[in-house]
């Protein structure tokens, strides 16, 4: 129905480079999820007394304000990294749209955080659903999102909370709103009332006017869009079954059913998934299955050292944070 016209705007699309393992000392592990296709970013608190071994990045989402109202649309892709950025594995069941009341929030960057006892984004954006901080306007809610995990998080796991591409997406005063927080650049936020935003920035010719487009009509040049990208990356950091939420003066509902999301709260809820089978994960290309043994022992024995650590006193107390339950 729609013709496809692509423009990969320069610098969204670049050949990463594997590179080998080398031998390093085992001091913890680091294991940070990155999901966006931008550049990796190491995520250290200057609070933490150790290193983490793992990350996961990778991501591609699309927010509109059509004639229905706003429309947000997101591939499912997790890619694990490792310590020097070869990428190991991926699976395809990761949230990135989290509801927050009538509004939303949309991750391009890290799903998870810096921290042992609450490693994934997820936990900390279901809690901070329930908080009063979160009963603000859009154009308020990125600072109080973050005033929010600097209260909850110690230190280091606040500043891992910064590093996202962040999409804020509701109504203010019934107008709808669209602001995004790069995380992972300059860290400013820019807000609009009309058209569109894409992370990764990409330029979609069918969205030239897209106020005119209905739910439907945005909903399948999102999906066609998102598709095409992942296609041209493979295997790559974006990919997966394209999750979309919609949001109007009166409601805010899932477009169609969403996947039944895991609820990990730290890196050994992952681990204790993936040993019982229950989580499909896609080695890369060149890995071996013994790789990704090893990357999310390492992650799990991180967790399990930091969580001893914390009840001994030696760093920051961090209370649990639940996650979404099913059907959420």
Known sequence: ????????????????????????????????????????HTVAGTNSRQVQPLRIKG?????????????VASDSRGTLKNREGRRIAYYDINQKIFPIGDKVIADTGYASLNDAKVSFLSAL????????????????????YFKYASIILPAAGAESAKLQTLVFAGYEKARPTLCIYEGESGRG????????????????????NVSSLSFGDAAQIMKQTIDDYAAAVQPGLVGGPVVMRTITTSSSKWFDTPPNWPNWQAFTDLAEDYKNNRIPFH???????EQLDR???DGAAWVRLGQTSS??????DVPVIGSYPPGR
């Open 295 to 297: 990357l999310i022992d």
């Open 189 to 208: 936020i820019k807000c609009r009332n009309s058209g569109y935003l894409s992370s990764p920035h990409q330029q979609i010719f069918e969205f030239g």
């Open 59 to 71: 991501s591609f989402v699309i927010a509109a304000i059509c004639k229905d109202g706003i429309i």
């Open 311 to 316: 009840a001994r006193g030696s760093t920051a």
């Open 125 to 144: 954006m279901s809690r901070f659903s329930q908080s009063p901080l979160s009963y603000v306007d859009v154009e308020q809610l990125p600072n109080s």
């Open 283 to 289: 080695l890369m290309p060149g890995i071996n299955k």
């Open 1 to 40: 129905m729609f013709s496809r016209k692509w423009n990969f705007i320069s610098g969204n699309l670049s050949l990463n480079v594997l590179s080998r393992d080398f031998p390093r000392p085992f001091f913890g592990a680091l294991i940070v999820f990155l999901l966006s296709s931008t550049v990796l």
